[in-house]
């Protein structure tokens, strides 16, 4: 079975930004999968890239620990456009998310991420936001 790129992208946010399981992020990429944040800055605790499902588990596992936690995202506030490219292998996610904090603090998270699959699998994601 062959996941749309639109699935592969939720399964992608469920398992981080939702359940934050470095776990199944990593279960997503292919062996020799990489993940790259090129907007982090120098000596944070996310490095800019993570090569091989042992160092994206382990990256995401301590970037997650890190995060303040009860932070929700808002899905009914939150905008999401998948553009397809001219190789069927390659899709890129613009996401305007909202975040719910505990004490009703709402949080506006914009990103824009490029995956590159190879057989349902994530070869590629680079994942530029802010922090």
Do not use: N, W
């Not at 470095?22 to 292919?30: C, N």
């Not at 090129?38 to 499902?53: I, K, S, T």
């Not at 596992?61 to 303040?68: K, Y």
């Not at 009914?76 to 998948?82: A, F, N």
């Amino acid at each position: 079975m062959t996941l749309t790129h639109k699935e592969i992208f939720e399964r992608y946010m469920y398992a981080g930004a939702i359940s934050r399981d470095p776990g199944a992020v990593a279960a997503m990429f292919t062996e020799d999968g990489v993940y790259e944040a090129p907007l982090v800055p120098d000596g944070h605790r996310l490095p800019r890239r993570l090569a091989g499902r042992d160092a994206i588990r382990a990256g995401m596992g301590a970037f997650h620990r890190e995060l303040p936690s009860g932070g929700a995202v808002d899905a009914g506030q939150s905008r999401l456009v998948l553009h397809e490219t001219a190789d069927a292998d390659v899709f890129i996610a613009e996401l305007d998310a909202v975040l719910e904090h505990p004490g009703g603090r709402r949080e506006p998270v914009s990103l824009v991420q490029i995956f590159r699959v190879r057989g349902g699998q994530i070869a590629m994601l680079r994942d530029y936001f802010t922090l």
